[in-house]
């Protein structure tokens, strides 16, 4: 075991520790190891060299659960354009075009699913495509190998465990320690001695409870691929051999339940010769079951052009202000409508309002679909107004009464609105619909409920527009609607044991959960614990991402994983890092509490 030394030991280096190394935690790793490896700055001597310590479930580091190659298929895109992803600026861009040849030899399969039709050897990687998304897992799983690499080039020690768990920590008088579990051997052991510690664990699914818990049919998220088409094969083989034809009822319309609806509906699409989808045939082992994709607003994300040039006339940074002064510092969420209403009916030249998003004029799914893939300019327009309000991170200054009924009622028609789908999805849904694979319904905004039945099937009932209520049968259900942000709810035993603990502390306003880790009040990502005078800045641990609070309100785009990721390396970098002492990671085998023993 080595041996644990205290506060201020001299001749260490600071020990940086990066839970979950997906998107979030590679993009804080990256920016980390630049800014400690400067152009022109020497090779660190071990004596005074940092250390990087590294914690990530998957099998390989980078490209965390939504981009990792075996929670992915072909047809599942990136849910931004690629100009807009990557670890800083263009990069994602830049690194296709710097491995094109290697690329095509490698993975032809993710130039042509997103450039079909094209001659390999004439293709150019596109800013504005959305590429798959284990293509951008590769990306990122090369990007944190090269950041490794720079860091040990220059004398700082990198120890990545992959395929383990963080499954408890607390601060101690050496630092921070996590426990650690090898999800291969279930051996636990302790990592000491850690200064600073970031959270990014992702995005999460809470528990599921009732009889609905570990129900067979039942998958509480559209991933991996694989294991949802083999579930539901097992459940619907017993429908077809009586020639009944089986229903898949996947809950949410949005990136995920789209993956969903491409996962379930195996067969091929054929294109016209400019790339074009114009029709899907099944595979022909079977008929395939009957989708039918549900939401409550029963509309896909829509398909967008370029972002037009719009500056906000009506929702501008003086008039919130304004508002504020008339509420106490407060935002209203009436006022702040109203301001947006009168912004898109500007933009649109009075033919699209508020309302319009609310409730889209169009009787079917599949209507929007289509309209959206004639590249309306009023569309655009209001993708535009609607993704700057967002980007204005309104949601904040709400008053905590309003934070909920946002919640509630209008976060997902923003979310909808400001982030859109790939032209070719939009495409292969209408292709689904026509052969009659796919069907779509509104489940309204009052309650709706899932119910397992005692034949082995599934009961959804629903109220769409406050009518009567409407009972749909399905063989199996596939979750696939937004997170859920109660930590109470999450199914890490590290942010169990670390909320137990006091180590983080749920954001809480005037009595409204908004959900979400508490961050420190007076900026940046560093995280609140609790204390005997009430919530105060944790000297060892920051997050961003999913388990923060507002960031799905506010913040739902790459670019503000780069701002985050540079905030933090700010922190960790800068004086306040130097002061803090340096301490040397210990690993033993004890000093935390196992996730199964409790404390």
């Not at 030394?5 to 990066?18: E, K």
């Not at 664990?201 to 694989?226: K, N």
């Amino acid at each position: 075991m080595a041996t644990t030394t205290g506060p201020g030991t001299p001749g260490r280096g600071v020990t940086y520790c990066v839970i979950g190394t997906g998107f979030s935690g590679t993009c804080a790793l990256w920016h980390l190891v630049q800014r400690l490896t400067v152009p022109g700055c020497p090779s660190l001597p071990p004596p005074s060299a940092p250390t990087i310590v590294t914690v990530e479930r998957g099998p390989v580091s980078g490209p965390g659960y939504p981009y990792g190659e075996d929670n992915t298929q072909l047809a599942h895109r990136c849910n931004n354009e690629a100009g807009s992803m990557g670890l800083h600026g263009t990069d994602f861009v830049d690194w296709m075009a710097a491995n094109k040849a290697r690329l095509l030899r490698e993975c032809p399969q993710f130039v042509l699913e997103t450039h079909p039709g094209t001659d390999p050897a004439a293709w150019q990687p596109d800013a504005r495509e959305f590429y798959p998304r284990a293509l951008f897992g590769r990306y990122l799983r090369e990007r944190f190998q090269e950041a490794v690499e720079r860091a040990r080039a220059h004398g700082i020690t990198v120890r990545p465990y992959v395929r383990h768990e963080a499954v408890d920590g607390f601060t101690a008088p050496d630092g921070f320690r996590v426990l650690l579990r090898d999800l291969d051997t279930g051996r636990e052991f302790t990592v000491a001695g850690l200064d600073r510690v970031l959270l990014s664990t992702g995005h999460w699914q809470p528990r599921v409870t009732g009889r609905l818990a570990g129900r067979p049919g039942h998958l509480s998220a559209p991933y991996p691929p694989d294991a949802v088409r083999a579930v539901v094969h097992d459940r619907v083989r017993a429908r077809h051999a009586r020639g009944e034809r089986p229903r898949v009822f996947v809950e949410g319309m949005g990136p995920s339940g789209i993956d969903a609806i491409l996962t379930l509906c195996e067969g091929e699409f054929t294109y016209t010769s400019d790339g074009h989808v114009t029709a899907f045939r099944p595979a022909p082992h079977g008929t395939p079951p009957e989708v039918v994709a549900g939401s409550r607003s029963g509309f896909f994300p829509p398909v967008r052009g370029p972002l037009p040039p719009y500056e906000p006339h009506h929702l501008t940074e003086e008039n919130l202000a304004a508002i504020r002064r008339a509420h106490h510092g407060w935002l209203r969420i009436g006022p702040v409508l109203e301001l947006l209403d009168r912004e898109l009916r500007r933009a649109s030249g009075g033919a699209v309002g508020w309302d319009a998003v609310t409730r889209p004029p169009y009787p079917t799914a599949r209507d929007k679909l289509a309209d959206d893939l004639r590249a309306s300019a009023t569309g655009d327009l209001v993708h535009a107004v609607v993704l700057k309000a967002r980007r204005m991170r309104f949601y904040h200054q709400l008053v905590p009464a309003d934070k909920a009924v946002y919640d509630r009622m209008f976060d997902t028609h923003v979310i909808r609105t400001a982030v859109p789908m790939p032209a070719a999805n939009a495409e292969k849904l209408l292709a689904l619909m026509d052969a009659g694979v796919l069907t779509t319904v509104r489940l309204g905004y009052g309650a709706s409920r899932t119910e397992a039945t005692d034949d082995g099937a599934f009961r959804i009932t629903y109220a769409p527009d406050g009518g009567p209520p409407v009972t749909l049968r399905a063989d199996c259900v596939v979750r696939a609607r937004s997170q859920d942000s109660g930590l109470d709810r999450h199914p890490s035993p590290l942010v169990q044991h670390l909320l137990r603990r006091g180590e983080i502390v749920p954001h809480e306003e005037g009595g409204y959960a908004t959900g979400g880790i508490a961050l420190d009040p007076g900026g940046g990502y560093r995280v609140l614990r609790r204390s005997g005078a009430g919530p105060r800045p944790s000297p060892h641990l920051w997050s961003y991402g999913p388990p923060v609070r507002f960031w799905r309100n506010e913040k739902n785009y790459a670019g503000a994983f780069v701002e985050a990721a540079r905030s933090v390396v700010d922190d960790w970098t800068g004086a306040a890092a130097v002061a803090a002492g340096p301490r040397p990671v210990a690993v033993d085998g004890a000093g935390l509490v196992s996730s199964e023993t409790g404390r």
